[in-house]
């Protein structure tokens, strides 16, 4: 009986696994022509709603290192998406901004997370995506997540 309870809580989380990389991978693939990934098309899509950011800041909204952030940012400042600035009050402080060629690139990047997004809420009602949604806020704070969600 308690076996049944841990397969079916395994279940879960192998269900969502499969959904976010089957998800991320899909991105990435119709990025591709783009030269982004999932993660870069990511950081476009922060950097274009937050403004600059801290890799500090962008390591915490992704919930990722830092050293992935850097070497993302490393391999964004190569193909010319991003690049950094040094605070002037605080030169200790680098603040990564979208440059033109990665601003021209929201526009694309909305639209593949859009179709994407609306993939995978085929058939499901407005009804039905508001429980999922507080579904998995709730599962979100018990593996120790925030409101942050909401």
């Not at 397969?7 to 269900?15: G, S, V």
């Not at 899909?26 to 990934?37: R, V």
């Not at 070497?71 to 605070?87: I, T």
């Amino acid at each position: 009986m308690k076996n049944d309870k841990i397969y079916k809580e395994y279940k879960i989380a192998r269900i969502l696994n499969y959904i976010v990389n089957r998800n991320r991978n899909n991105i990435t693939n119709d990025l591709k022509h783009e030269s982004l990934t999932h993660a870069e098309a990511r950081i476009i899509l922060i950097l274009s709603h937050q403004g600059c950011l801290t890799q500090d800041e962008l390591a915490q909204i992704m919930y990722i290192d830092k050293s992935a952030v850097t070497r993302m940012l490393q391999k964004m400042m190569d193909k010319g998406f991003v690049s950094k600035r040094q605070e002037k009050k605080d030169k200790r402080y680098q603040y990564i901004e979208l440059t033109e060629k990665g601003t021209r690139m929201k526009e694309s990047v909305m639209h593949v997370f859009e179709e994407h997004n609306s993939q995978m809420m085929q058939g499901i009602s407005e009804e039905e995506e508001q429980k999922l949604r507080i579904i998995l806020e709730k599962i979100g704070q018990n593996i120790g997540g925030s409101d942050e969600f909401k």
